[in-house]
């Protein structure tokens, strides 16, 4: 039996945390940017510590398993 929860987890964190694409912290213009489609290398930077702190605290933490077979 494989785990897939790292790797479902890992997907739609990734879809949901990409600068620019629902959100970016920072933004070009505001602190704060929905749907622009644009990005920075603060947002960028930003963006990859929280998809670590909530890939971490959803694996390690709360030990998330998803098993098939």
Aim: include cysteine.
């Amino acid at each position: 039996m494989a785990d897939w929860a790292p790797v479902l987890i890992g997907v739609v964190l990734f879809v949901l945390l990409q600068p620019g694409l629902l959100f970016a912290v920072p933004g070009e213009g505001k602190q704060v940017e929905f749907g622009k489609l644009k990005t920075n290398g603060k947002a960028i930077a930003f963006h990859t510590l929280i998809f670590f702190a909530c890939y971490s605290i959803l694996l390690l933490a709360l030990h998330i398993h998803i098993y098939t077979g």
